[in-house]
């Protein structure tokens, strides 16, 4: 599937997604407000009953015809205009509340005309929890208006009204349940999408890498089976000398792939020895001075000379070496190219540098320049070849010693590598 299809169709699954999300939010506010408002007028038909049963009970009437005052949302008061008996309201409470169908805590209070304050009644449970503590946990305030009046507090107000939202709650959670995994396939096809560009683009440059050997080879065989050649040793010998070199150079391509294969089979065997850090190095940049094609190449080397141990796969660390300065000469497009080589000792590591002058590397890269098969584009620049493993090859061999290292850069100006290697 191409990549636009794919963006289209998570799109359009991502809107319509947000679609049902929108619609379901909406639904909840209103089965919640219409949930609330229902309890709410049970609460007040509930008491305006109690109120009534307690006036015919005092052979009274009742002071006017809505006696129920709502104080707050979970707060009502009252008014009886009549002597309250506590165990008669809570008698009452009980059965009207069980007649509306209102099976949550409650608490209340009855006021005291003579000492101006709210006498605490009792902490009722009506829920399934008999173990609850019953305490008082709610200020009851007075109401100014009144003479005899009792208070009600729900302190479960919320979650009596959320347990009868279950359902709706079950259905957001499918709901969050197939956002997530949503979200997870989009993530695991873009992240297919990219490996498989990225494949094809290692096999495009792996055919290139190989194509231009074979190439030389070919031509090379088909020269030296020419009787003629036979009459010239020295140029016989010097195609002979082409098959061998091009033919190393297959093998050396063929190598990396089957390291990184193996790699990628975590079967990494690391042959850790003490190793003279600051020698390998100097015959690294000697030898590579001597090989290098870059006509203007000038390496700084600035070791601390200090005594040190130093244990690491030998054959493993001048492949990192190699990689880094490798880099530095393909991506560097200047006439003057200056590479520095550098170590620091701290008290934990010893910071190993390796800075170059070249085209650096832009910010939306970076992130990204230790990625099996992924390879900085360099615009219409197309003589840079490579499979995209380099730095991939350096990254995992670092993991494996548990080295760290970052990158530093800033486009066109310069390139650095810093590796924390473990010294004692």
Known sequence: MKINNIRLVAFL??????GIIVVQIYWLQNFWTTTEQQFDKNIQD?????AENLIIYNGHNLPNKNPVKKLSSNYYVVNIGDLIDAYILEYYLKIQFNKFNIYTDFEYAIYECTKDTMIYGNYVSLSNNKNIEKIQIFDFQKCDKFLYYFGIFFPKKKNYLAENMFIWSVFSGILLLALTFFSYSL??????????QLQKEFINNMTHEFKTPISTINISADVISDEKILKNPQR?????????????????????????????KQNIELNIE??????????????????????????????????????????????IIYNLLDNSIKYNFNNNLEISISTKKTSKNLILEIKDNGIGISN???????????????????NVKGFGLGLYYVKTICNAHKWKIILES??????????????Q
């Open 187 to 196: 993530f695991i096809i873009f992240k297919q999408k990219r490996l498989s």
């Open 236 to 264: 016989l010998f010097n195609y002979v000398n082409i098959i061998k070199q091009e033919n190393k150079r297959l093998n050396n391509q063929v190598e990396k792939v089957l390291q990184i294969t193996k790699i990628e």
């Open 274 to 319: 003490e190793i003279d850090l600051h020698n390998i190095i100097k015959n690294i940049v000697e030898k590579r001075s001597n090989n290098c094609n870059h006509k203007n190449l000038k390496f700084f080397i600035d070791l601390e000379e200090k005594k040190f141990k130093f244990f690491a796969d030998k054959l493993h660390f001048i492949n």
């Open 410 to 423: 800033e486009i066109n100006k310069y390139c650095s590598f810093k590796i924390f290697l473990i010294v």
């Open 46 to 50: 509930a008491l305006k009953n109690v």
């Open 364 to 382: 939306e890269f970076q992130k990204k320049i230790f990625d099996k098969f992924f390879r900085v584009p360099t615009g219409n620049i197309h």
């Open 13 to 18: 699954g991502t809107f319509s997604i947000i």
